[in-house]
T-cell receptor, first 113, second 115 residues
């Protein structure tokens, strides 16, 4: 079945630096790739998503890139701030129409002031 | 809208007990899901439903059952609780927009401990 690998598992950056988290998926039929942010003790919340007909998407300090040939996608956070500290999950939808998402194992991002 | 509401927030079960985790959404979403999140891990799909009367297994369905009698409610039943079911359970919903993919809206979770 579909598998999503996420790296790194932990990431520490200085405030103001950039952070990059990478995910690789196995099912070439996957066509929707959301990213969720989960603060400690809270529920996951969508921060950005990308569909397979687009190579890059930006929303202020956050961007996501997709390489369908290599089957990987990445989250880029620029000018990091302490409030960006959280666990970030990537996900892939393996079969069109079912929205049966498979999640990566998460990246704990620490932004050091 | 309240969004996705889960009850209870916390529960401690003894081995072998049963319970139902409740999930309700008021957004008229067709699709609903149950995920479990073990400490320091990602989200594993237990069951999902694409509409009332339709349910299907996810990655880790063993030890659980679901039903979907209405669009709004999607309860998760644990029979004969085991320590391996200690986890945080998240219910989620989504609405097919006609585009490829639709974001999940999560509830606040139920923290379950089986001892």
């Amino acid at each position: 079945g579909e598998n999503v690998e996420q790296h790194p598992s932990t990431l520490s950056v200085q405030e103001g630096d950039s952070a990059v988290i990478k995910c690789t998926y196995s099912d070439s039929a996957s066509n929707y790739f959301p990213w969720y942010k989960q603060e400690l003790g809270k529920r996951p919340q969508l921060i950005i998503d990308i569909r397979s007909n687009v190579g890059e998407k930006k929303d202020q300090r956050i961007a996501v890139t997709l390489n369908k040939t290599a089957k990987h996608f990445s989250l880029h956070i620029t000018e990091t701030q302490p409030e960006d500290s959280a666990v970030y999950f990537c996900a892939a939808s393996p079969t069109s129409g079912t929205y049966k998402y498979i999640f990566g194992t998460g990246t704990r991002l620490k932004v050091l002031a | 809208n309240a969004g996705v509401t889960q009850t209870p927030k916390f529960r401690i079960l003894k081995i072998g007990q049963s319970m139902t985790l409740q999930c309700a959404q008021d957004m008229n979403h067709n699709y609903m899901y149950w995920y479990r999140q073990d400490p320091g891990m990602g989200l594993k799909l237990i069951y999902y439903s694409v509409g009332a009367g339709i349910t299907d297994k996810g990655e880790v369905p063993n030890g659980y059952n679901v039903s979907r009698s209405t669009t709004e409610d999607f309860p998760l039943r644990l029979e004969l609780a085991a320590p391996s079911q200690t986890s945080v359970y998240f219910c989620a919903s989504s609405y097919p927009t006609g585009e490829v993919g639709s974001p999940l809206h999560f509830g606040n979770g139920t923290r379950l401990t089986v001892t």
